[in-house]
């Protein structure tokens, strides 16, 4: 059970569907909206700064913080007062300041949008959204959107343990809602019915279909101990190229993934797959830890 959620918001659009997106999402949560302010050079008062300077501002950020919460939960008519959602600003660099905030406060999940302004607020997608996705400790959901209802999940599965993992989120996090589990076999299909003798293809020439059907029973009885039935599918290729073009195919609304998969034949999706997947998503993504 998700309890406490932290958005990080720098003023752009996609901050404020990210915070939409929790508000709607995560309804008895505690969330709390995080601003870090960039560090700065404090000149003396001669040079037009006072010495609190960087005081004021985030004084200012805060009160701005606090009308745009107001703002977008009337405007999205959310049920829910303004004054429960805490927030949060610190002065320092945005990565740094968003992961200490969560070890030293109990966050369960992030949920940030998929990138932020140019200038000085730094884009989130990239320099701050990717580093988070890698280095944190709990789930993170990249929002591409606010406002859109999911009805269809992907979770990409391999059986291994951090896949395992990501279909137990969604299926908590979306009780309501289809989950397709994806094992994207590489090298592809393709290439092992040719009978291509790599040293890669070659092992997986006897028996792969079994090899394959056994993962996707495996994602199945994960979602009988949760009470659900799941569509389970597989596919050949390379793997954040496939999930991609899954989602885009088959219309999927969120992607769950594991922060990484098994090592050998099936990829490690933390770095090649899931920050890709994360870049090119047409939809949200949520990457588990």
Known sequence: MVRHVLVPHDGSEQSDDALVYTLETFPDATVTVFRSV???????????????????????????????ITALIDDAQIDRDPDDVERDVSYGRPIHEILEYVEENDVDQIVMGSHGRDGAARLLLGSVAETVVRRSPVPVTVVRADG?????VLVPYDASSQS???????????PDTSVTALYVVHPTVEQLESGDESDEASVWNEGFEEHIEQTLDSASSIAADHDRVIETESTGGKPSQSIVEYV?????????????????????????VAETVVRRSPVSVTVVR
């Open 38 to 68: 960039e560090p700065f050079a404090e000149y003396t008062g001669a040079g037009g700064y006072a010495a609190n300077y960087s005081e004021e501002v985030v004084e200012n950020v805060r009160e701005s913080l606090s009308d745009t």
């Open 148 to 152: 859109a209802a999911v009805d269809s």
């Open 164 to 174: 395992r993992r990501a279909l137990e989120h969604a299926l908590t996090q979306f």
């Open 248 to 272: 885009e195919e088959h219309d999927s609304d969120h992607v769950v993934m594991g922060s990484s998969g098994r090592d050998g034949l099936a990829r490690l999706l933390l770095g090649s």
